[in-house]
T-cell receptor, first 114, second 110 residues
Framework: NAGVTQTPKFQVLKTGQSMTLQCAQDMNHEYMSWYRQDPGMGLRLIHYSVGAGITDQGEVPNGYNVSRSTTEDFPLRLLSAAPSQTSVYFC?????????????FGNGTRLTVT | QKEVEQDPGPLSVPEGAIVSLNCTYSNSAFQYFMWYRQYSRKGPELLMYTYSSGNKEDGRFTAQVDKSSKYISLFIRDSQPSDSATYLCAISNTGNQFYFGTGTSLTVIP
């Protein structure tokens, strides 16, 4: 049972480069989301999706794009990487958007932008 | 002001001790309260959730909510070395967005 799978685990980018962080879940969850985790800041929501074809912005969306063409996949694109985007990125999914539908997290992608 | 504040620790206790982890929140509209555990280099995993004031128990873990004080706690009884992790509190008002604390790092010493 794979759960939420994130690739790559680690990535180093130069300022201005673009890349896509991959997230896939095999639990048929409607809701998927991206968070970034920074020391002293906690987990902050970047973008989320309540189903295929539907996405919305979270707390810190600038510099990131998302799309949801299938239920299973929710990639996060960095358009032009900046050092401020150095962080650990977590993808999370749940059966539906509800307080009692727990978030299942992947194991993160550690991104460094130089 | 952050929606939820959490003491980052670190906290170090001997095996068998009772651990108390705490968060405060700012808005009385928040109704749902969760605790997540995060091991090093892993994603957070849900430990407990509750939506009412009072206590909720699950094995060695007890979640406590005091809405009048806007204060939530997680107690761990008979702490074990395997409990060493970072504990994150999370709050939500409608279930649409979750606000996470910064996490408290706990080490249980054998």
């Amino acid at each position: 049972n794979a759960g939420v799978t994130q690739t790559p685990k680690f990535q180093v980018l130069k300022t201005g480069q673009s890349m896509t962080l991959q997230c896939a879940q095999d639990m048929n969850h409607e809701y998927m989301s991206w968070y970034r985790q920074d020391p002293g800041m906690g987990l902050r929501l970047i973008h989320y999706s309540v189903g295929a074809g539907i996405t919305d912005q979270g707390e810190v969306p600038n510099g990131y794009n998302v799309s949801r063409s299938t239920t299973e996949d929710f990639p996060l694109r960095l358009l032009s990487a900046a050092p401020s985007q150095t962080s650990v990125y977590f993808c999370a999914s749940s059966f539906r958007l509800s307080y009692n539908s727990p978030l299942h997290f992947g194991n993160g992608t550690r991104l460094t932008v130089t | 002001q952050k929606e939820v504040e959490q003491d980052p620790g670190p906290l170090s206790v001997p095996e068998g001790a009772i651990v108390s982890l705490n968060c405060t929140y700012s808005n009385s509209a928040f109704q749902y309260f969760m605790w997540y555990r995060q091991y090093s280099r892993k994603g957070p995993e849900l430990l407990m959730y509750t939506y009412s004031s009072g206590n909720k128990e699950d094995g060695r873990f007890t979640a406590q909510v005091d809405k009048s004080s806007k204060y939530i706690s997680l107690f761990i009884r008979d702490s074990q070395p395997s409990d060493s992790a970072t504990y994150l509190c999370a709050i939500s008002n409608t279930g649409n967005q979750f606000y996470f604390g910064t996490g408290t790092s706990l080490t249980v010493i054998p």
